[in-house]
């Protein structure tokens, strides 16, 4: 055991950068166990040892990289050209303002006019009664579904990929009819 620890004493002195330079000397006690030290020991015969040089590699240049924070930040001359749109013109073209949607009806399409053209990292969310309905769209037309009787507004925005608006239009309300008891619905005819 203690010659393990001896042993090991040594290889952590020998591995040191800052006492590569310093003399180890080996000695044997009375018990026959070899010692090693950084200095020759009192009254006994001891040996300087002589370590081989420790083999070292100079590190290798590496390259200088360019800084690239994000790969996708990264813009093309053709991109610069097809450089996004700062504002987009807007409107929902269908349905029009105060428009009727027939008792019955419960899906509802909704048609956005849009200049100039989406860009590639854009889309349009149309939202209703202040709620987004579904994802972010390529395209410029939706199809809300289970419209109920009632109010609603409807608004489109042209949001980039993170989801912030970028242009948004005005909002359209309409009006979803629901049956009435002044006219009832008509009752079926017997079949003769």
Known sequence: MKRALTLSALLLLA??????????????????NVIYTDQPPKGQESQEVKLR????????????????????????????EDAAPEKYKISISSPTNEAQIPMGQRDVNVSVSLEPSLHADHRVQIYMNGAKQG??????????KEVYRGAHTIKAAVVDKKGKTI??????TIYVQRPSVLFPKPKPTPSS
């Open 53 to 80: 040089p420790t083999n070292t590699t100079p590190p290798l240049a590496t390259p200088k990289q360019p800084e690239v924070t994000n790969p996708d930040d990264e813009t093309t001359d053709q991109e610069e």
């Open 15 to 32: 591995s040191s950068p800052l006492l590569l330079n310093a003399q180890i000397y080996q000695s044997i006690d009375e018990d026959g």
């Open 167 to 172: 242009s948004s239009s005005e909002s359209v």
């Open 135 to 144: 994802e972010a769209m390529s395209g410029t037309s939706k199809t809300l």
